[in-house]
Nanobody
């Protein structure tokens, strides 16, 4: 099975940028559809973005479209989430997840089999 570790979270002012990384071990990430989800205190986990095995197909939540970019680096076996123009409402724990069985990119967290521990993103106003 694949193990996922997120990094790159932190505290940033509104309008700033952060780059999250999801590093994999145990398996090659190109075998998985990979998604980013987030969960704010008192709220349900929500979809942020996902990328197909080939990296050609990407999907974004409406709330982050145009501000966030997901990308693969197969040589490093990582997935990056570039987050620009951050807003206070982006504050959450961000999780990387891998889907081993779907044939298409999904936005439902139940489709994802493997999860990282999460990284905290805090955006101050």
């Amino acid at each position: 099975q694949v193990q996922l570790v997120e990094s790159g979270g932190g505290l940033v002012q509104a309008g700033g940028s952060l780059r999250l990384s999801c590093a994999a071990s145990g398996r090659t990430l190109s075998n998985y559809i990979v998604g980013w989800f987030r969960q704010a205190p008192g709220k349900e986990r929500e979809f942020v973005s996902a990328i197909s095995r080939s990296g050609i197909i990407t999907n974004y939540a409406d709330s982050v479209k145009g501000r966030f970019t997901i990308a693969r680096d197969n040589a490093k076996n990582t997935i990056a989430l570039q987050m620009n123009s951050l807003k206070p409402e982006d504050t959450a724990v961000y999780y990387c997840a891998a889907d081993s069985s779907s044939s298409a990119v999904r936005s439902t967290y139940r489709n994802y089999d493997y999860w990282g521990q999460g990284t905290q993103v805090t955006v101050s106003s």
